[in-house]
């Protein structure tokens, strides 16, 4: 049992199958809850319809998924009316830009199915900036920066942690270094 506040950073670290994905799947209700609940705000997830929780909760995962389109139609999608100001605000957050910026195409980079052109970090990344434009109050990070060296995963912890203050986020990670940060660390 556990409690995060709005705004907390809250740390879960465990090992191999004791049930750090799990926690993440019973928080989109991707399966229900046998015993015990998880509410948000006092309000039990199971009385939040589906689509209304899911945009709620931003998640990225250790192999996320991007579409065979364009990064910056990637970094859209969920919110296709935003300004190329705020996508680009965005990726610095996720320490991509830069990154994006030397790429020939820049922006307009086709990324293939899956990302198939773009590295493990940079498919992460590209992601992370991703969630920040869907303004998620709730953010889960399941071990999305794993394919990201220290340094800039300090960076990107460092600008979620400055920017995010009213957003509940978990981070879940293998890393200690990606884990110090937090309000809260839960070993499962």
Do not use: W
């Not at 307009?108 to 052109?117: L, M, P, Q, R, S």
């Not at 900036?129 to 340094?151: C, F, N, W, Y």
């Amino acid at each position: 049992s556990f409690t995060a506040k709005r705004g907390e950073t809250v740390a879960i670290l465990g090992s191999t199958g004791s049930g750090k994905s799990s926690l993440v799947q019973l928080l989109q209700r991707l399966y229900t809850c046998r015993s015990g609940e998880i509410l948000i705000d006092g309000v039990n997830i199971n009385d939040i319809e589906r689509h209304h929780l899911r945009r709620n909760i931003g998640i990225v995962l250790q192999e996320p998924f991007l579409y065979s389109r364009t990064i910056m139609e990637n970094v859209r999608i969920v919110n296709p009316d935003a300004a190329v100001e705020e996508v680009f605000d965005a990726t610095r957050v996720a320490s991509v830009h830069d990154v994006i910026q030397s790429f020939e195409n820049g922006y307009d980079t086709v990324v293939g199915e899956k990302g198939v052109t773009l590295s493990g970090g940079q498919k992460q990344r590209v992601a992370i900036a991703r969630m920040l434009m869907q303004k998620a109050p709730i953010i889960v990070l399941d071990d999305s920066m794993s394919a990201v060296d220290t340094e800039t995963d300090a960076a990107i912890r460092d600008a979620l942690h400055s920017r995010r203050s009213s957003c509940t986020t978990f981070i879940i990670s293998h890393r200690i270094t990606t884990l110090c940060r937090a309000d809260k660390i839960l070993v499962l």
